[in-house]
């Protein structure tokens, strides 16, 4: 028998030559099959960090640029992978730790904004200082959806401002392409672009984008083609290739193309001006034209007259007062006679006016000026000046209140020298008590441009310094204790999920008083008197379903039977998380009725979590005990739009 010589495999104690093969460890699989398994989805990244520290095998697996940490960059930050061209050869090692760090500094800029801006009631720059990162935006924005996306009933503070700075990194980002757009020559200044950029501006955590827009344009503009194609096959609009400058010059061929468009937008998509809700502000934005099929006149206009500019047909925009126009030229090009213009009425379904005719509209005569053909810069401010006025006539809530400052920026963006509007944005900032430094900046710019507005100015800038010396020393908050004598008839408490009696509604309660604390014009108006106990008796602060805020007696007030979630957009100024049965109060919101968290726990126990005779045996059940008393934040800035 041969003997075996050493080291040519294993061998038992007795020098006999082992069958059995030599065990194999992991570190010996090939690199591409170890890189399979740690590429794992259920592997995260700590775990990729303890296997490269087992052995220097693992460690040289999970290379910087290896498939290893390139995966668990992908896997955690998929929506940054346009941001990186394929196959690129990254460090992602050193990308992933940049990136976690950005994410930990921006959560950590978010959990603090609370407890420092809890008591405002419009936040204004509050968010610069997540630019000051001086991270990658698209990093920061990220971070930022991420919170958004995560468990929907939990973090809801954070997730609450993480919305606010979200909205307000965006804006500045389209108020850079505004004016990258205006600074363009007028000819390449396209009126759909403009109009997206305001609807961006004035929704931006909505998904809107020029593609988006131009593609579902583009979808109408085929479906007037086919249109023109029934009637003329031959058509040279047909023929137009998709950035073509060709224009149609044969007047009856440019009739068949505006039949067709009318036709199509009106008559096959119902298109129509929206007569009954013509102040709402979704008239005005482009993506929600296109979605509802309604507008007001300059929003139908910039459609109608972008999808006639595809076609080949030059139609230009009139600034006519009340009622947004667009002309079409009946004569050789070059014309200014208001008498050799077609004007088309958008609004009302393409309707063919002639200038008197276009008088009936407003009722009154005007000048041969208003029938003038208008720049594009003109066509935004008109439509800006739309939402500016819906603003003002608001119902002076939060909600009213950011489309006036919405639309002020963004008309002061495009006409930075108006001294109306930046007295407007003054005056708004002073009222709302935010950013004081930049009303003094602007009350500055105004004193430039106009002296003989010194009077405004000057009341202002004096109101203002005091503001800024006011904030240094900010009081400290109430405690409201509801063990205190004068709280012992309050009855509910923060956080619980109410109906309201008479008028139906669900919310929840984030504040209380033991009496109303409003005018006695309010309550003349609101009618308390009439109640049984008058204003002599708690009432509650409470944010509603609809999205309203409200201030209710405890007499109109009553436990949900089937508790439900509150959807209103303040809900994660002050809670934290949306239990079963309740909301939990944040940290803001307890600091102010440290007692009311034990309450609202002992309530909703014995309002909901009784125990079943099952569970009772054969003993007696004793009657349910009566809500105890409870406590909420209480927030007199939003008294003025509630009611009872």
Not at 480 to 490: F, N, T
Not at 509 to 534: A, F, N
Request: contains cysteine; glycine residues 6%; negative net charge.
């Amino acid at each position: 028998m041969a003997t075996s010589v050493a080291g040519d495999g294993p061998q038992s104690l007795n020098g006999i030559v082992s069958d059995r093969p030599r065990a194999q460890k992991l570190t010996d699989l090939p690199t591409e099959l170890l890189e399979h398994i740690l590429c794992f989805p259920d592997l995260e990244h700590v775990d990729v960090c303890n296997a490269s520290c087992c052995c220097k095998r693992l460690h040289d697996v999970c290379h910087g640029r290896g498939k290893v940490w390139g995966h668990q960059y992908k896997l955690r930050w998929p929506r940054l992978q346009r941001f990186y061209r394929q196959n690129e050869c990254c460090d992602w090692l050193r990308e992933y730790k940049t990136r976690h760090r950005v994410g930990i500094q921006i959560r950590r800029t978010v959990e603090s904004i609370s407890k420092r801006f809890f008591t405002e009631v419009v936040l204004g720059d509050s968010f610069a200082e997540i630019e000051s990162l001086g991270m990658p935006e698209h990093f920061c924005e990220d971070e930022l959806l991420f919170i958004l996306n995560s468990d929907k009933r939990k973090s809801l503070t954070l997730k609450y401002y993480a919305k606010k700075i979200l909205y307000f990194l965006r804006q500045q980002n389209i108020l850079r392409s505004l004016r990258t757009f205006l600074e363009q020559p007028a000819e390449r200044q396209s009126a759909l672009e403009g109009a997206v950029l305001v609807d961006q501006y004035c929704n931006p955590l909505a998904e809107v984008t020029l593609d988006g827009i131009s593609a579902q344009v583009d979808e109408i503009a085929e479906k007037v083609k086919k249109m023109v194609r029934i009637k003329n096959p031959s058509h040279p609009s047909l023929r137009i290739a998709p950035g073509d400058c060709f224009v149609v010059e044969d007047f009856d061929l440019q009739r068949q193309v505006v039949s067709a468009i009318n036709s199509v937008l009106y008559e096959q998509l119902q298109y129509k001006g929206n007569e009954f809700d013509y102040y709402n502000p979704l008239n005005s934005y482009i993506h929600q034209v296109l979605l509802r099929h309604t507008g007001i006149p300059i929003s139908l206009s910039v459609l109608y007259m972008t999808l006639a500019r595809k076609l080949g047909i030059q139609l230009e925009p009139v600034n006519f007062p009340n009622h947004f126009l667009l002309r079409w030229c009946q004569k050789p090009r070059g014309s200014e006679d208001i008498y050799d213009f077609v004007y088309v009425d958008a609004f009302g379904k393409g309707k063919q006016l002639t200038a008197k005719e276009c008088e009936y509209l407003i009722g009154h005569q005007v000048t041969a000026d208003y029938y003038s053909a208008i720049s594009t810069t003109e066509v935004l401010l008109r439509m800006v000046g739309n939402l500016l006025n819906i603003g003002k006539r608001g119902e002076g809530n939060e909600k009213s209140y950011q489309l006036l400052r919405d639309s002020l920026d963004l008309y002061l963006t495009i006409n930075p020298d108006n001294v109306q509007y930046l007295l407007l944005q003054a005056r708004l900032y002073f009222h709302l008590g935010i950013w004081p430094e930049k009303v003094l900046d602007i009350l500055q710019h105004i004193q430039a441009l106009d002296p003989s507005q010194h009077g405004a100015v000057g009341y202002l800038v004096q109101h203002t310094l005091e503001h800024i010396q006011h904030k240094k020393h900010p009081v400290a908050p109430e405690v409201k204790r509801r063990s205190a004598p004068e709280h012992l008839e309050v009855q509910y408490s923060v956080g619980l999920i109410m109906k309201h009696k008479r008028s139906g509604y669900n919310c929840v309660i984030y504040g209380w008083d033991p009496k109303c604390t409003m005018s006695q014009e309010w309550i003349t108006t609101m009618r308390v008197h009439q109640l049984s106990s008058g204003a002599n008796q708690p009432f509650y602060n409470v944010l509603v379903q609809d999205g309203t805020c409200r201030y209710a007696a405890q007499e109109n007030l009553e436990p949900h039977s089937a508790p439900l979630e509150i959807g209103h957009p303040e809900v994660g100024r002050y809670f934290s998380e949306c239990a079963d049965t309740h909301y939990v109060a944040n940290e803001e919101l307890q600091t102010r009725y440290p007692e009311d968290a034990s309450e609202t726990l002992g309530t909703v126990q014995a309002l909901y979590h009784r125990p079943t005779p099952t569970d009772s045996g054969n003993r007696e059940q004793e009657p349910p005990p009566p809500p105890p008393a409870a406590a909420a934040a209480s927030d007199q800035n939003n008294h003025h739009a509630m009611s009872m």
